[in-house]
């Protein structure tokens, strides 16, 4: 298995993507395997520009390129600031043809490195469905720990996953 770049792209081409409704209702609709047709749509299926590479915190999505391959496989992001007692939220989904090669894990794993490297971190959490799934997997393998339920105000039910990263 490869390792993951998490990139940020040319802005004029993250700008574009925004402002595409389509894009922006696929999102939304977490159909991911739309998303990524908007994406190699926009900026092609490998990347050939030299990208940005994200080796800090920032707030919004990045998109992760197979360091090996230079493919698009996939998004990850921090869901938002940490919380004013040092939690972080992450996020991440691998795009349909590469669903299952663990990049997801990778993924899972260099936002919690980026956490870890920031000192105001004290935890990751991440939110599932509440049923045993891929998704759990990929945070057991990531060395996260099952939480328990709570209800999330834009999710409804699901279950809570966390790592401490320092008291």
Known sequence: MSEVQLVRLDPAIEESLINNPAYMDALIASN????????YEAVGRTLTA?????ESLEW???F?????TREFVGSCAFKGQPTEDGTVEISYFTYPDFEGKGYATL?????????????NIKRVIAHTLPEVSASTRVLEKSEMSFVGEVIDPDDGQVWKWQTQIRE
């Open 32 to 39: 991911w395997a739309q998303v990524a047709n908007y994406i």
């Open 50 to 54: 030299v990208p940005l590479s994200v």
């Open 60 to 62: 919004d999505g990045d």
């Open 64 to 68: 992760v390129v197979d360091i090996d």
């Open 107 to 119: 993924m899972a794993r260099k936002l919690i490195e980026l956490a870890a490297n920031a000192t």
